[in-house]
């Protein structure tokens, strides 16, 4: 598999999407792998795979790559002497947070004909936007944590009893996040969370919840991992859950019953079936007095959940050999041409 | 105004959104129209404004015109000896259906970091998909018509009494619509929807229903249309409800009390603020037993819907001068630095 790792991005999750890649190159060992980078100010640069290493990014020696050119069909590198098309099977969108989950990098491959794996426009907005999940499950059948939807400038009120904890509609990896105890200290979380979003949503925290984790992906059959018990202390901040995209060894399954386990996976296939199609993602849910609830959607984990996985590697070929093609959409140009003989030219 | 209208498109409406640019040209008096058209293989060119009409696109003349790349920051003409920015106050997204409503080029604006007027992103995608507005209306306490939902798969069975009036989720235009008025036209009328896309909402049709048009936007203040009241027939199809598309003189006013044309502006207000700021649309709404209910967003309506606008020249200026504006996210590489001197390279 010739596979392109797309990365970086405008994002608050610029530098641990550089993690992930990196991490990948461990992972995918049987595979080629080209890397193009995307830049805080959104150009693209073609890196060398030997040479990777994250000092190339924090130093701003990629600037010293080949930029290159978003054209129909392919990324491209422009010279003196013409122009030479970047070549690869699959394009693995690998930014994490803004311009990647939000849909930006899904709307330009899809545009510009470039094959690639990731959620695609209407299922990253809806996975990327909090809310938006809410109403996602909600018409699936999938339940959800209850919550309370505020804008910056609706009044403060929540009418759900403490400790709640607030989230920032739109961000992931915890960013802005907090966890309130009683109503005093509300109007400070507010105004954190406030500051990265316009909206947030405010849910009951529950103390010790088990939560279980499960990532996959449809190929021409189902591709589950096993189910992961993630480890945990109160509240995951941005720097100890980030270690997490530099994982590359498989980890333990979760010790739950079989049952439970069938369940989680068919919430999953729910949720990943059809607005999924073309991508990996990861689903983290809690189980309360038995029910299983959809926390979120985890459109593109952190260094793709590959330690979750037997054969990531196979699994990945798999999936870039089977992606959703879009409708051929063809312009014949009868309507214009009825107009022209019915009234003149318009 | 120096304003560039992109149209055409990889789209179904691909022909009238060549219509709906030539419109423009007569509406947009005062103005320098910059014409870049979006090929049905989605090739960017520019056309020249003087020579623009119908015949250049469907002859396929065009292909003779300067290709366009899209870079970060501008549109450019690259040639042998460098490459030439072309030059525009802000972009009108002009594309009718795919690509232009779907939330494609927001994206692609958006990313490159173009000034653009139309719904962004998110809006796009929740106003293109119908079953997507439902969810949307109800968050905002806006009222809709009743609805069932339907995929490709599921059993073909609807609840609701007849006649009903079947719609793709995604395309607009009445592409794929049918009113069913028994039961054993159902599964004509839901072949012909499957025909164009993979879920179809059902609705009651409403014989004779009061139907009111609302355009606007937020530029620094409230620009609200006249409310107008559509002529019908039983049914639109899809040549009679496009010659919309070239209509350059302003319409009547619905003859209605102040008090229902205050009701269908707050409608209006509520579906519009904040999501689709930096966009002009239209909201059509029902009248039912007095009570205004939401029946679709046009995010991109034919011309604009610039003949319901006293002054649309005016506001167009105003508001390519009050675009909302990206927030802009500084990667400062302290986490990359924060392992290094940790770990040593990652």
Redesign the interface.
């Known amino acids: 598999m010739n596979i392109a790792i797309l990365f970086g991005g405008?994002?608050?999750e610029?530098?641990?999407s550089?993690?992930s890649a990196?991490t990948l190159k461990k992972v995918l060992k049987k595979s080629s792998i080209t890397y193009i980078f995307v830049s805080?100010?959104?150009?693209f640069y073609l890196i060398d795979t030997d040479k990777i290493?994250?000092?190339l990014?924090?130093s701003g020696e990629y600037k010293k790559s080949k930029e290159l050119?978003?054209?129909?069909g392919a990324f491209s590198i422009?010279g003196m002497f013409g122009s030479k098309e970047v070549n690869f099977d699959a394009l693995l969108n690998l930014i994490h947070g803004?311009?990647g989950e939000?849909?930006?990098i899904s709307?330009?491959m899809?545009?510009?004909?470039i094959p690639f794996i990731s959620p695609r426009?209407?299922a990253s907005?809806?996975s990327y936007?909090k809310?938006?999940t809410k109403?996602?499950a909600?018409?699936l059948g999938v339940k959800t944590v209850a919550y309370e939807?505020l804008?910056k400038n609706d009044a403060r009120k929540i009418t759900m009893d403490y400790p709640i904890i607030i989230k920032p509609v739109r961000l992931g990896s915890s960013i802005g996040v907090s966890i309130v105890k009683e109503a005093s200290e509300l109007d400070y979380a507010l105004d954190v969370a406030f500051e990265f979003d316009?909206d947030v949503i405010v849910e009951p925290f529950i103390e010790g919840v088990k939560e279980f984790n499960q990532a996959g992906c449809f190929t021409s059959e189902w591709e589950l991992s096993i189910v992961e018990e993630p480890q945990k202390e109160e509240f995951l901040d941005f720097?100890k859950k980030?270690m997490d995209f530099?994982r590359d060894s498989q980890v333990l399954s979760a010790d739950i019953s079989e049952e439970l386990k069938k369940k989680i996976q068919e919430s999953f296939k729910k949720v990943y079936n059809?607005l999924f199609l073309g991508s990996i993602i990861r689903c983290d849910f809690f189980v309360v007095d038995g029910e299983i609830l959809l926390n979120e959607i985890n459109p593109i984990p952190g260094s793709m959940a590959n330690y979750l996985f037997d054969d990531f590697e196979g699994m990945m070929d798999r999936l870039s050999k089977n992606l959703p093609k879009e409708k051929i959409?063809?312009?014949d140009?009868?309507?214009?041409?009825?107009?022209?003989s019915a009234k003149g030219?318009?």
Do not use: A, C, W
């Open positions: 405008s994002s608050f610029h530098e641990i550089i993690v990196i805080q100010d959104r150009k290493n994250s000092k990014f924090s050119i978003l054209k129909s422009d803004r311009d939000d849909g930006k709307s330009m899809e545009f510009f004909n426009m209407e907005v809806l936007n809310l938006y109403f996602l909600e018409s939807h804008s316009t720097e980030y530099s059809p959409i063809t312009v140009y009868q309507y214009i041409h009825s107009i022209q030219k318009v």
